[in-house]
């Protein structure tokens, strides 16, 4: 396929915050051209949006169900190839079926859906279609998460032992959705953002994060959720005992009330040789500790550093690679996926290195059993 | 009381950790010189230590008991004011309860006691004698962990929400107690160390730390207390949800089987309006966080530290203090009310700002209540 | 102009390391789409590049003279607004300044040429065309940089009394041009790269920094070139003293020896009231630091930061940016002004902030005069 | 010798800086005891600091001269050993000398003496006398510093190349010496201080660093010396460039009109193959640069550090040692040559690691040095 893949985009309008993340994440590498989209269901701004992302006004379009519609009876030579579904929670499921359902590829933004049964109606659909399905679990897209992912699993650290992933952000430390600031609204109120507040906003990336890397599954939790700010509709604090599949336990925490943070998700490992610790905000470094020598410090794409991990930087070392580049690199193993695509031959998610529907899947059975397991007097709580 | 005061030692032998830091520590300030010590039941080590330290011969003795019966009946001016206690966890008690018995102040080495109902003897003892006990609880000797507990208190964070406190260590990831290591054998011995392995020995540092700083109690905990390193006798490892009597909820981690990490205790307080983050290893620096304002990093001796910090500094800002210096701040604080003491008149330890009875006492029903829960399939197992 | 703008590119083949980054840089924002270029000297690898671009081979060329003489011949809505010249320093001159006589903007890669003449030269002809040229000093590019400079301009450090800015990297601590490393042979030939080997190099972007953040100009150097790695042609190391015109005094360094560093670009200023430190490498973090308060850590995108800071950040805060967004902040810049341009309306590309052509200008004065010092046993040699 | 060493102090008052700083690291260790001193000229200070001290008052003197006739007319089992000498810079000479020739060993404060003569009249005297002299450059005594110089003794790094140290300070950015503070007036007074202000307090610590750790001479400097602050008398802020005797060069700054900066001495040493980062403000981490493999951090007292530095730790990894520690270092090894001295066998200080006569000699002849270079319009002053 001699030519940029096709995008087209559902959400994503001129207030929204995720929408221009994509749109700049998928357009860095010169392999995708956004050619159509369903912006915003506020009337005229979806128009408004298409005008300044300099659109084909006959392409830009009202609603999703409109889009797809439309976009299916374009000539192959000009409908798009895939689609970006990037409205709040509740809204994630609808497009992505329908998408699915006409033919299209889908990334989605995480959480894939509003429930857990939504989340299994899409991987049943991706099964059965064959279709590529992608999350943007973003912050696995860093390389130095790729690095970690790999030395955990060449053995550097032996056996892993103990795992404390931490998610703190400040932002929701008063009742901002009370001043009608839009992105604390609708991740506050339970029918826009499903079951969970803090624990599905962000304990979902810190659990996807410590699976990623380690490559082990969490089994069971001790959870307790907080509402901490008075007035406020879900969860804002979590903590977590935890235990992996291997033996290994550790702790989890996402909170959003934690004053003075920004975003910052981070992460320590501990085998039996050694261990690693990762910060989302310095992302281009990262602290290996070992048994009996001194702690060394690893940078992003220095000749040391993995193929694996290389394959997924774009500038030379000394030059920071951020949050875009990370989100990039999940449209970059999408689009290599999309390009090797065939109808009736199924490709592997885990081949391309991005998150797909069963990273959804598990996702919300997280959410679920976590909120399970705070409400419960028991102390551990099991997770499929 | 123009003089120095006279100390004597139980513990401290040639071979001893703890010792020469105690004595390293109450040398600093030229308030206290060590006249006579029972530094070891090995024969003929006592002899040895007391010429290694230029003792007079006559006073080095081969037990304790030796030693408070010769010291008691010397005459005033020559005789002990206090005798430091440095022996492993399980001669905690006896010297402790027979210099408090022979009339004389004590200092002695966290955990006060083998077990809570020593720690309440010795609480008898001291309420009984009016004499002066201290407990090196060290980490709270730092000049900046001053400051956040008046910082704290000043409610410049507003309510404590949040409450993270960290002790990893790494020096026991493997069975060192196999291979004949001193400091490994007697804290992995469950007749030496008492019934909490990392639990006893740095949990409750860390427990001490928080309810310091925060001036909260814990109330509430949900453990899981692990043995990681085969063949190992008592826990190496604990992570626990913890309550405060605030309302506050956090997360203690304390384990010894962090490979790579040194003495990593660290601890991270979130308000309603900001917050802090201090570490032990780095102990001259504390970062606060805001709200609405930048991150700001205060250190020690700086013109902005408070004077309830500057009490506890020795040198100019920028002239890095360290554990020694923090361990010499409860023997300065420790030495100022036994010069205040005089009989009869009851002393607050508050007052001096040095751990003491009742923090022994609390450190080992923390203990005690942690392995509780630990045992236990119920979530939250209170704490008195 | 509702449309992208369209770009050309001269250089930045396949082998090419900065015309990559050019293009991602340019491809961010979704304002730019690249249409054609002339890509590479080598027989077919312009082609080649074109193809792996996805570009309309019709307008791939061989040389740039036939680009410019071909793109100035298509009708409007169709031919090129401005070009990017990525080539080698000896390559800059000639495609800009028949870019500017073709009546195309410019973006060209720094250094703007080989030596003094030509940047005069291209000064003039900017100057007679009214066209555009734009430079990338892309270190200015970064938020934290725009708010250090609206920092100093705002006086909140006071005057400023010293200046120390440091651009230490290793990569050229071995004879690596021996070896056929193609970035490293081109930097150490002086028929390819200048006068300057790391003083051109690098040592431009450290005066540039700190002369921009300032405001302030350097007008007199005491300077050491050193060439420390045995059969090198250029020099490879660089420290100078260095005078401003309101009388503070700093130092420059520059070397490409320093082994283990990668590409540590750092800024410290002092005034009368306060100073700050920055790094390139973790660029999303400024540390203020006052005479009578405690240091502040700034961080890009907080609610703290300047408007014209946040005019040139993506993400909000906590979500990195990086050395491609600093890179794309001079492209979104730059084509502002070219959606301004109007022909013979004088544009001030100080009103919009990126590096032009007096920068250019400035630059190699700069090298030259350094590179006289250094051979000088005078003291002192004026910069002009 | 089996006894504590006796010291007597000339300086050292209630108001003063430096001398509790000696005093405290004097007695960390418990093998000095402080007898005797004379410790300030103001009627009455030297008996309230006696007092303080609870010193005998029969050996509190008025004078140094006073003190060194009746120390030395007292029985061998009573008077001192050595004497430090803790005076303002213009009275060093005068007790030094005076104790050398009745007999004394002496530690004085570094600069040795007022000017470069009076260091060389010293120098005969110690030869003369076969006494020993030991000059507190602190900074030297920190044991990363000597893992440092051990490091490039062996050839870690290679042939070293580059050596950048420098000595921020901001306490003078004011002109704080018409406040009547003691501390910075008689620093910035030429009849006290000497003929250089920054660079003889600080500039000196520098240079000692750079030359004790990679054991190569300064050879020539190229130096500039401003007065920031107006009014002041002396040199508040140099910068020279530097060449030492193995064909390595560098940078070095000494300033205390860096506004916000505590104490904040630090050096980058760049070889062929790596090189290493040390800053006195966190003195237990060093980082290890390398051409091919990650950064290192190296901290104090890991098994992995050498037995040459292991001797000057006091504690166990991971809890930090600070100032006072490292001036301990100098009074330890000292206190080891003061033990092993026979009278009339020279012993060499280089042998115990701590500095002596002939480093006070170079120091004074570095400021020397680089006051005449600063006055000069040619670039290089070769400096003996």
Known sequence: MKRKLRMGMVGGGLTSFIGPVHRKAAGIDGEIELVCGAFSIVPGESKATGDALYLNPNRVYETYQ???????????DQRIDFVSVVTPNHVHFGPSKMALESGFHVVVEKPISFNLDEAKELQQLVSKTGLLLGLTHTYTGYPLVKEARKMVADGKFGKIRKVF???????????LEGTGNLQASWRTDPK??????????????AANLAEYITGLKITEVCAMLNTVVPGRLLDDDSSMLIKFDN?????????????????????????EKGGLEWKQEEPNSMILKWLDRPKEIIRTGMGYIS?????????????PEGYLEAFANIYRAFTKAVRDYKPGVKLNTKDYDFPGVDDGVHGMSFVQTV???????QKWTKLD
Chains 1, 2, 3, 4 share one sequence.
Request: no cysteine.
């Open 307 to 319: 193929q694996d991990a290389k394959n997924f930087t774009r500038t030379p070392a000394g030059h």
């Open 165 to 175: 992933v931490e998610y703190p952000q400040g932002w929701l430390s008063t009742l």
């Open 192 to 205: 826009q953002s499903g079951m969970g507040g803090a624990i599905g906003d962000i304990g979902t990336h």
């Open 247 to 271: 033996g290994a336990s550790g702790v989890l925490m996402a909170t959003q009330v934690a004053a003075g943070e920004e975003n910052n998700l981070n992460i320590r490992i501990y085998g």
């Open 371 to 377: 909120v399970e397991s705070s409400k419960s007097n």
């Open 66 to 76: 409109e889009m797809f519609e439309a976009e299916k009876k374009l000539p192959a």
